[in-house]
């Protein structure tokens, strides 16, 4: 299957500082890109759609300004979490079109202290 | 209505026999079928796509498909515990211009007992 890279897999940081997650499509080319968050023993939320060379599409209750996609490139996408607090400490998960599917990338566990 | 519905579970079957996962979508016009495979703490590895009404078999994994009752289910033949996991259906949803997404459902959480 195809290969969707994440990185960092876990991070912990500090209570308003930001955090960058970035998201790579190693074997393919991906114009859309999508970011989930999910909480322990809850079901993806999809926060984004995130396509190359345009703004990305939050879905209704993520706060554009604190959440930032960036996707410059059809194999990176990265978000950015601003001014993290604690209540943003979730597991972010990204994943890449291809075809009419999608591919996960590993996932990032945000812890913020 | 939610857009997939599944049971959540927990499924528990022995080893060795079949599982059998169920889900129903609103979207009429869904044309991509998905069944994604979460074991805990980690993120969802894609096992099954269907695209078209009747069965798709892959290994031990057939995925079944009946538009007409917006009905997918995926069972597991010969379920080991390493089979134990959360399985997510993901229906392909149109979402405007010449995006779509994928809708989760809230997964299946399935235990298989040695």
């Known amino acids: 299957g195809a290969v969707v890279s994440q990185h960092p897999s876990r991070v912990i940081c500090k209570s308003g500082t930001s955090v960058k997650i970035e998201c790579r499509s190693l074997d393919f080319q991906a114009t859309t890109m999508f970011w989930y968050r999910q909480f322990p023993k809850q079901s993806l939320m999809l926060m984004a759609t995130s396509n190359e060379g345009s703004k990305a599409t939050y879905e209704q209750g993520v706060e554009k300004d604190k959440f930032l996609i960036n996707h410059a490139s059809l194999t990176l996408s990265t978000l950015t979490v601003t001014s993290a607090h604690p209540e943003d400490s979730s597991f972010y998960i990204c994943s890449a079109r291809r075809g009419a599917g999608a591919f996960f990338g590993q996932g990032t566990r945000l812890t913020v202290v | ?114």
């Open chain 2, 1 to 114: 209505q939610k857009e997939v519905e599944q049971n959540s579970g927990p499924l528990s079957v022995p080893e060795g026999a079949i599982a059998s996962l169920n889900c129903t979508y609103s979207d009429r016009g869904s044309q991509s079928f998905f069944w994604y495979r979460q074991y805990s703490g980690k993120s969802p590895e894609l096992i099954m796509s269907i695209y078209s009404n009747g069965d798709k078999e892959d290994g031990r994994f057939t995925a079944q498909l009946n538009k007409a009752s917006q009905y997918v289910s995926l069972l597991i033949r010969d379920s080991q515990p390493s089979d134990s996991a959360t399985y997510l259906c993901a229906v392909n949803k149109y979402s405007g211009g010449s995006n779509y997404k994928l809708t989760f459902g809230k997964g299946t959480l399935l235990t298989v007992n040695p």
